[in-house]
């Protein structure tokens, strides 16, 4: 790797040490998967019907070797116990839209054809408080305002809907100027904009209070037209702010390299206030592959997840430099479709297409060195 321009805070995370430390486990490729920061649970959407939930408080086991006599060729992962988990049942296809409530309480979630759920107790047996059919089509995210008052939709019928939490009717009749597919939506952190992301690259910047469009932001460095499939390949596939909405990064791929693998995994990084494109940030080694999920990190650098059939990956770059200082391959050949921060800012969930979630610490500390160093 490139000679990193990163240098770890004393108690902060170590992506240089990053390592896989536990693994949860389901039969349908994950599709999203957020950690609920108030309670100890891990939410997920999959390719089932059902959102997911894991008890993050019961430990991890090591599974009994299937031959007791063959000793495994690398030290097995810890996964979560079976019983650690529930599935809640209210959605009528794929769920790939997810989104929590800062309180604690609520969340919400949206389905490939079309239903968005808005959920009640999330710490204890969830419940819908409503679900109906919010667009024509599959939903493919969901985004809750920073007060908790709204919830923002966008899918594959092209529209941008706003909807009032606590009675399920929209804010706006519509926000339309997509004439393609809506990947991804995303509140800005002062809760007064709202962007939206398609498969052509246009992020469009709508004022949440009139529903006017203020500006579009050109990202179609991610987009390309397929002239051996006649198709539009790419898009958006992950967006998100930074803390103080100062910079906006999004996720996807550059070049055409069919439909199934759309180019060379990349994160562009923009300046928020002016829509100017700061990085095109890209691994050290080009791969065939897309970047599907992206966060910001408290201590200055910015987290991908991606890949394709052939594998999957996360990179890690700081601002200043377009080539990752970073990248961890994974040991299965499945991608990162989503990825999300710990809320103690070192471990990451990483929801893979082969139906695992696989948990990794940004720390080359082991747990037993962890307790000894708070005692």
Not at 89 to 100: C, F, P, T, Y
Not at 221 to 247: C, H, P, W
Request: glycine share 10%.
């Amino acid at each position: 790797m490139t000679e990193s321009t990163f240098v770890p805070q004393p108690d902060g995370a170590d992506p240089i040490a990053t390592r896989l430390v536990a693994e949860l486990k389901h039969d349908r490729g994950i599709l999203a998967c957020r950690y609920d920061t108030v309670n100890h649970f891990l939410f997920a959407g999959a390719r089932d019907y059902f959102v997911h939930r894991w008890d993050l408080a019961r430990e991890p086991v090591v599974e009994p070797p299937a031959d007791p006599k063959k000793k495994p060729k690398v030290p097995p992962v810890p996964v979560a116990p079976m019983d650690s988990r529930i599935e809640l049942a209210e959605h009528q296809s794929w769920v790939g839209g997810l989104s929590l409530f800062g309180d604690g309480e609520r969340m919400a979630t949206g389905d490939f054809v079309g239903r968005l759920v808005v959920w009640s107790d999330r710490a204890g047996v969830p419940k819908p408080l409503f679900s109906f059919e919010a667009h024509k089509g599959s939903i493919r995210k969901v985004a809750v305002s920073p007060d908790g008052n709204l919830v923002a939709t966008v899918g594959n019928d092209g529209a941008v809907r706003v909807w009032h939490t606590d009675s399920a009717s929209k804010l706006h009749v519509e926000l339309l100027g997509h004439d393609c597919h809506v990947y991804h939506v995303a509140f800005h952190p002062d809760g007064k904009s709202l962007i939206s992301a398609d498969l052509k690259g246009r992020v469009k910047h709508w004022d949440v209070e009139t529903g006017k469009l203020v500006r579009e932001i050109d990202a179609s460095l991610l987009y390309a037209y397929s002239e051996k499939y006649e198709v539009d390949v790419g898009g958006i596939r992950g967006m998100t702010f930074n803390a103080d909405g100062s910079q906006v990064c999004f996720a996807g791929a550059t070049g055409d390299k069919g439909i199934a693998h759309s180019g060379n995994a990349r994160v562009l990084l923009f300046d928020w206030e002016s829509g100017r494109l700061l990085k095109e940030l890209r691994p050290e080694k080009e791969e065939v592959c897309t970047a599907w999920g992206v966060q910001f990190h408290p201590d200055g650098f910015i987290i991908g997840s991606g890949g394709s059939r052939t594998g999957g990956f996360l990179w890690f770059w700081t601002p200043d430099n377009e080539v990752a200082f970073h990248m961890v391959r994974f040991q299965q050949r499945a991608p990162g479709f989503d990825v999300d921060l710990a809320p103690d800012n070192r471990t990451l969930a990483v929801a893979n297409h082969d139906g695992v979630i696989r948990l990794y610490e940004m720390s080359g500390e082991k747990k037993a060195d962890l307790a000894e160093a708070g005692t």
